[in-house]
């Protein structure tokens, strides 16, 4: 029981950097909180489903075709209308939240919920851990989610566009003077997020369903390890998610289910009361600025 | 010659509109507006709302209801109350409730709220409108209580579907064939955290778990929205328990068959998890729901049965008119029939007027979709375990070639139950 709880605990873990990791790096490098995230998810994943149930594509080209779109969403999303509002954090919330509560009402009025909208795992078998059936898909997005962070941190440390990326995320007047653009890599940062949120819904979908709830409830979640592991901290991220995922399995094996819900809702209070800006947050705390 | 052509392509078509169709429109009496105010995103509400169109149009098609001595249509005028979503508020369905009472002034109320919670804080504004009510989803008895106190006022609501009692008698009943076949005492109850499905594992434990001499290993409230059943399942196989009996009506439910399976926790799956009734759950699923036994509230919702042709008639009539079966194992049935219900009483009340149709509606004593429809005195359809006598649910359990065969009441049973792979009987 106890080893079955970890292997699961890990897994909720990586399920939980997966879910965060889009908003994080967005956050991270454009200074946008982007509460379109759960909507992105989400539509990536209705995404799919439409792809393969009405077009009726292969599973793997409509996974693709739907990140593709989903990311390009987010490059439009930028476009004509974050860059107006670029700088104002409230209209920059309103102007994403309303984004985000549009299309997951959207897909509510047009009858986007009931029990059929899911998606096939990847591979259909499940193996003895420890004593503990996993099925492959949970282990799969085990090892994705590594393979993701790692590639990642590749990508922002070895690579041109990664190393603009830190840059801006850094200090954006000194990017500038280096002849960097930061409304264009503002809204490749966007456009990332929303690629990574659809990249974490066609890999965690198959585990559950699709409902315009779920858009919300990943919302929560994203912003709740990463302001957990303080907003725009990669590292932050992958801490809040272990504790949070650990946190939640241990209380639905060892208290109950009914409190799994509020456990991170819980570790968030606990942080904010604590350090305001999160395990590993930048953001200075009034003392600091003072 | 030309005038000729003119009577024939302007004259003669004039004068035949002014013959029929005008006068049909003039003089035909004003349709009797059903309201059907629920939760039309979700499954339940959605099929129950075209199985009411459904009846209607059928009603209409012979000509529609007779009221007094004429003959009047039914027009159906519906409301998406939001009450099955998760976070709405009780008060948001109750005004969706009491916008549609005020704007299009229905006769009556079909399927009403899907919660239990919006049922029963619903039944003062109807009694306030004095609309009657036949409801087809929230199942809660708390409603028949309120009706029993204060019979005058709450007289206008009725329910034809499935109770929590019932519900909780039908699944007691599966419970005693599969510990009288298998010799299983061991029971894990797993319930949505929602009024109707605490009620009921509330009621089965008290009822019949404890009666019955059965231990109930554990028991597990889950948040509607729940997705990940993990580690309940690796309590449950460490519990011992041989029997699992959910009781869910969130779409997320269908998921935990899905785990049960792959992670092949060996117990009998028997219970009610709404995404499993209808014969779509095969394939949703991935083929991964075999063995598990399920419930269809009401006869006609999603399953039928020979020995209620009318079932049978209602789920081809329903496929041929829709394109696609019933998925929905509660609210489709007592949709339908609720028209029926209704239109036999306004027929022998020969009035729409509330009082009237309550007082004939209290009469109802009818062989139809769900078996012979009659209400108690807090006016619930009576269900028990023969059609011929009273309205029918149904237990049936998925076979490994994908089919649905009813293994309980006895009086519809088309099998018996079979053990899945790696649990093996008792006796």
Not at chain 2, 27 to 38: E, H, L, Q
Request: hydrophobic share 50%; proline share 5%.
């Amino acid at each position: 029981m106890l080893t079955g709880t970890i292997i699961y605990a890990i897994i909720n873990s990586a399920i939980l950097a997966l879910t965060a990791i889009g908003f994080n790096l967005t956050f991270g490098i454009s200074g946008v909180a982007n509460f379109a995230y759960g909507a992105f998810y989400v539509m990536a994943a209705y995404g799919v489903w439409m792809l393969i149930h009405m077009a009726h594509l292969p599973y793997p080209l409509a996974v693709l075709i739907s990140i593709s779109f989903t990311t390009l969403s987010g490059a439009l999303m930028y476009r004509f209308v974050i860059v107006r509002i670029k700088g104002q954090t409230l209209s920059e919330v309103i102007a994403t939240f309303g984004i985000g509560l549009s299309v997951l009402e959207l897909f509510r009025y047009f009858g986007f919920v009931g029990f059929e909208y899911t998606l096939p795992v990847f591979h259909d078998k499940s193996f003895i851990i420890a004593g503990a059936y996993v099925d492959a898909q949970r282990l799969f997005i085990l090892a994705f989610a590594v393979a993701l962070i790692i590639a990642l941190w590749l990508f922002t440390h070895y690579t041109h566009l990664g190393l603009a990326f830190r840059g801006i995320a850094q200090d954006e007047r000194t990017a500038l003077t280096f002849g960097m653009d930061p409304d264009r890599i503002a809204s490749l940062a966007v456009s990332f997020g929303a690629g990574l949120a659809a990249i974490a819904a066609t890999v965690i979908v198959p585990l559950g369903s699709i409902s315009p709830e779920e858009g919300y409830d990943v919302l929560i979640k994203a912003l709740a390890v990463c302001i957990i592991g303080g907003l725009g901290s990669s590292g932050g991220v992958i801490i809040a998610s272990v504790v949070v995922g650990f946190a939640e399995r241990f209380t639905d094996s060892y208290i109950g289910s009914h409190w799994t819900m509020i456990v991170s809702l819980a570790a968030l209070l606990v942080v904010l009361v604590i350090k305001p800006s999160g395990i590993f947050g930048k953001q200075k705390e009034l003392e600091e600025r003072i | 010659m030309k005038e000729k052509q003119w009577v024939f392509r302007y004259l003669l078509p004039a004068l035949l509109v002014v013959i029929f169709i005008i006068p049909m429109n003039i003089f035909a009496a004003d349709p009797i507006v059903i309201g059907v105010p629920t939760s039309t995103g979700f499954l339940e509400g959605k099929e129950g709302l075209k199985a009411v169109e459904l009846a209607v149009s059928e009603i209409n098609g012979a000509g529609g209801v007779k009221v007094g001595k004429e003959k009047r249509l039914f027009k159906v005028e519906s409301i998406d109350i939001r009450d099955a979503a998760p976070g709405v508020p009780v008060p948001e369905a109750l005004l969706g409730i009491e916008k549609l009472i005020l704007e299009k002034k229905p006769a009556a109320l079909l399927i009403g709220p899907f919660r239990s919670e919006a049922l029963v804080a619903s039944m003062d504004i109807i009694a306030k409108y004095k609309v009657p009510m036949l409801g087809a989803i929230a199942m809660t008895p708390a409603s028949e209580e309120k009706i029993k106190q204060d019979p005058e006022k709450y007289k206008y609501i009725f329910r034809l579907a499935l109770n929590a009692k019932y519900l909780v008698k039908y699944l007691a009943g599966t419970m005693g064939l599969i510990n009288s076949e298998f010799g299983f005492n061991k029971v894990y109850i797993l319930n949505q955290d929602v009024e109707w499905a605490r009620k009921t594992a509330e009621i089965i434990g008290q009822a019949y778990f404890q009666k019955a001499g059965w231990t109930i290993v554990g028991q597990e409230s889950f948040p509607t929205g729940t997705s990940d059943f993990s580690s309940t399942l690796m309590k449950i196989r460490a519990s011992g328990a041989q029997v699992i009996m959910p009781i869910f009506d969130m779409p997320q439910s269908g998921i935990l068959v899905k785990q049960w399976n792959s992670m092949k926790v060996p117990c009998l799956m028997a219970g009610f998890i709404s995404p499993l009734a209808g014969p779509g759950a095969w394939k949703t699923f991935d083929q991964k729901i075999a063995g598990t036994i399920n419930s269809i509230f009401e006869m006609g919702s999603a399953i039928s049965s020979p020995k209620v042709p009318k079932s049978v008639a209602f789920l081809n009539a329903y496929e041929k008119r829709f394109g696609n079966p019933i998925e929905a194992g509660h609210g489709p049935g007592p949709a339908y029939e609720s028209v029926y219900v209704l239109a036999e009483a306004i027929e022998r009340a020969g009035t729409i007027e509330s009082d009237a149709v309550v007082a004939e509606l209290i009469k109802t004593n009818r062989q139809g979709v769900l078996g012979q429809v009659k209400f108690d005195n807090g006016h619930q359809a009576v269900y028990d375990m023969n059609p011929q006598e009273s309205a029918v649910a149904a237990m049936f359990q998925w076979t490994p070639d994908g089919k649905r065969t009813i293994v309980f009441p006895t009086s519809l049973a088309e099998g018996k139950i079979q053990l899945p792979a790696g649990l093996s009987s008792l006796k």
